[in-house]
């Protein structure tokens, strides 16, 4: 199955769980409510997220004179992508990571951190920039603000049920129907889970897709998994500080120290499949 068709399909279940959580919770009227306050909190992130991201991590936009070689690398991959060249922006930290913002092509940004730059060769860096570029591409940063709506409005949902299994229920039927609170209660704790393991299984297989184009577009799969390779390695070492559990999913490598139980609620798939898959690839593109 195609990462894209994958994520459909994602999507489509995020929506069923809202939607029959929200008759079994508020009803149409309830789920309405939640569904409206989560697209306003996420409409301000879906415009400011850029912005917001770039000056939590210090980042500084640079030029063409002020780095040549990067601007030549992200000028030949938009070409091969087909995009409108994004601003480019560099981290001041040790630390080797980067990532791409922004909520469509022609208002995007890419960032380096200044450790990747010393730490990878030119062909890495373009694998690591296609994929940057993939993200763009496939307005991710829409997919992602979508997918928190709806995550975000489940767990109004789950809140309600909580405080609906406290006082008793929504209904004086409710109060005299344990099965009823306890139902509640269930839902309350399930619904967020349920949400939070679709949404961290849209996010991989964003990662998937990312990866794939990304290797199209620098031209060579192992350029990319070679990056990956080193990425994962330096991140042991050298962790990004100050890194952000609201702004990992970011990063083309999780930017933060996860335990292996962890793991199991990252945004990114395993360094190793990635890997695997990018050399799966090899002469097929």
């Known amino acids: 199955m195609s990462n894209t068709i994958k994520t459909t399909f994602l999507m489509i279940a995020m929506f069923l769980l809202f939607w029959v959580v929200g008759g079994a919770i508020g009803g149409r009227s309830g789920a309405q409510i939640a569904l409206v306050l989560a697209f306003a909190m996420n409409f301000f992130a879906y415009f400011y997220s850029d912005k917001m991201a770039l000056a939590a991590y210090r980042a500084k936009p640079v030029s063409e004179a002020e780095a040549p070689e990067l601007y030549r690398i992200v000028k030949k991959l938009t070409m091969k992508a087909n995009l409108p060249m994004p601003k480019i922006y560099i981290i001041p930290t040790s630390a080797a990571n980067a990532f791409a913002t922004g909520r469509n092509p022609a208002h995007a940004a890419v960032a380096v951190t200044e450790g990747i730059l010393q730490l990878l060769s030119e062909e890495e860096l373009s694998g690591v920039i ?14 992602g603000t979508i997918v928190a709506t709806f995550a975000g409005a489940i767990m109004f949902l789950a809140s309600m049920a909580r405080w609906g299994a406290f006082f008793g229920g929504f209904s004086s039927d409710d109060n005299d129907d344990t099965g009823g609170i306890i139902g509640l209660i269930v839902i309350s704790i399930l ?8 949404q961290l299984a849209i996010s991989r297989s964003r990662e998937y897709a990312a990866d794939a184009d ?9 350029y990319l998994a070679n990056a990956l390779a080193k990425l994962e390695e330096a991140s042991k070492f050298a962790p990004l500080g100050g890194a ?10 999780n930017p933060l120290r996860m335990r292996s139980f962890a793991m199991l609620f990252s945004t990114h798939p395993s360094t190793e499949a990635r890997i695997e898959r990018l050399k799966n690839m090899v002469g097929r593109i």
Do not use: Q
Not at 132 to 137: D, I, Y
Not at 214 to 222: D, E, H, I, T, Y
């Open 214 to 222: 990304g290797a199209r577009f620098s031209g060579n799969p192992l």
């Open 130 to 143: 296609g994929h940057e570029l993939a993200h763009v591409k496939h307005r991710d940063i829409l997919t």
């Open 191 to 198: 619904a967020p889970l349920a949400a939070t393991i679709i």
């Open 244 to 253: 952000k559990e609201s702004t990992a999913h970011l990063f083309i490598v």
